[in-house]
């Protein structure tokens, strides 16, 4: 049951890095790889009750903050190309 | 006999879950832009996520096990709407222009008109 | 008075979810690192500000708890919604449109609920916020027909509730 979830959860991550593989904008990219990272959040929760450890969803949880802040981040430096103050006036103030 | 009915429960949300997972992932590949994307990246982040933790949680019982899988489903249910809207706003920000048909709903009294959408989005 | 209030609440919370996250209740140490971590924390948002109803908005937690399942039931509509038009099953195809939908809530809260639950269900995506006026990107008709129901809206402004005394939407944005 859990083996045949995380065959599944690889096919779509497969789908997610076809995507940022073909782009074609960097959005697409970014948008993929957030979704990776949900992906990877699951994974880690599946893969811990198929070697009965659930200690790993610790790590899931973390995961997922980490995956939070690091999309947001890349998010503004695409935007603003600097992670400090925007540089585009104040039409689009900050995201 | 329950625990038989617990793994049933849960090979039934493990597989709604992968189904809906698939067809988000099939949706990261076949829509046409980067906006229609989001709402395939929207599938995996909310319902997918969820039947998962949830076929799992009836595996874990009433341990803290369940807290922290419904701990990981409220943190991706609150972080994934503003990822969501900063991707956007960056990408209109940047250029970006979806193709997508713009329509006025009688509703709203001042709508705003954005640029014309024109097919295929370019890069910035 | 408020901010002392919310002070204490934020204690609680943090309090709770570190005992739920560590699971170690007879760890001396464990339990004083966590007190010096929930003071850390409270202590910053105090001085950062974030102590009102818009920071930690602990009142509407009585009524999330009514608005909530109604949303969970929308975005699971939702989710059947864009897996058909994904999959063309019957005919339904994706139909992207961008429109402007009017918010009618009061506060920065409430504003930021609504567009947050226009997003979470799928099918529908806030790509800008001005003052009230939310511009929406859709996939499906069945998501525009959704929204121009307004129910969302309404049962929004009754989340946010009545007492509107601080947090209110500046003028010129939000």
């Given at each position: 049951m859990f083996a045949a979830a ?39 929760a599946v893969?811990g009750f198929l070697s009965g450890r659930p ?41 | 006999m329950i625990e038989l009915v617990l793994d049933a429960v849960t090979a039934l949300f493990l597989l709604a879950g ?34 998962i933790l949830v076929g799992l949680m009836f595996q874990a019982g009433l341990t803290l096990v369940t807290?922290?899988l ?55 | ?174």
């Amino acid at each position: 049951m859990f083996a045949a979830a995380t065959a599944a959860l690889l096919v779509v991550m497969g789908c997610a890095l076809l995507r940022a593989l073909l782009g074609p904008t960097v959005y697409d990219r970014i948008l993929a790889m957030n979704s990776f990272g949900t992906l990877t959040v699951l994974m880690i929760a599946v893969l811990g009750f198929l070697s009965g450890r659930p200690e790993f969803l610790d790590i899931a949880l973390v995961y997922a903050l980490i995956n939070f802040i690091g999309t947001i981040a890349v998010c503004k430096y695409v935007m603003f190309t600097d992670l400090g103050s925007p540089t585009r006036g104040p039409e689009w103030d900050d995201i | 006999m329950i625990e038989l009915v617990l793994d049933a429960v849960t090979a039934l949300f493990l597989l709604a879950g992968c189904i809906l997972l698939l067809i988000g992932g099939f949706g990261l590949l076949r829509l046409p832009d980067a906006f229609a994307r989001l709402h395939a990246a929207g599938m995996i982040d909310t319902l997918g996520l969820a039947l998962i933790l949830v076929g799992l949680m009836f595996q874990a019982g009433l341990t803290l096990v369940t807290v922290k899988l419904g701990l990981i489903a409220v943190f991706v249910l609150y972080t994934s709407p503003v990822v969501s809207h900063a991707l956007a706003r960056a990408a209109l920000a940047g250029g970006f222009r979806p193709g997508a048909r713009h329509v006025v709903l009688p509703d709203p009294s001042s709508p705003k008109s954005l640029p014309s959408g024109s097919g295929e989005g370019r890069a910035p | 008075m408020i901010v002392f209030l919310h002070a204490v609440s934020l204690t609680f919370a943090l309090s709770v979810l570190w005992i739920l996250l560590s699971g170690y209740l007879d760890h001396a140490l464990l339990l004083y690192l966590g007190a010096v971590s929930v003071v850390l924390c409270v202590v910053i948002s105090w001085r950062m500000g974030l102590l009102d109803r818009e920071g930690h908005p602990v009142e509407l937690v009585f009524r999330g708890l009514l608005y909530w399942p109604w949303l969970g039931k929308e975005i699971v509509l939702a989710n059947i919604d864009v897996a058909k038009a994904i999959i063309g099953w019957g005919g339904a195809a994706p139909d992207p449109t961008m429109f402007d939908v009017r918010a009618s809530q009061k506060t920065a809260v409430g504003l930021v609920t609504y567009a947050n639950s226009i997003t979470l269900t799928p099918g529908t995506v806030t790509v800008a916020a001005e003052g009230d006026r939310l511009t929406i990107h859709a996939l499906t008709s069945g998501a525009v027909e959704g929204l121009a129901g307004g129910e969302m809206d309404r049962r929004v402004r009754w989340f946010e509730g009545t007492r509107i005394s601080d947090g209110r939407i500046p003028e010129g944005g939000a």
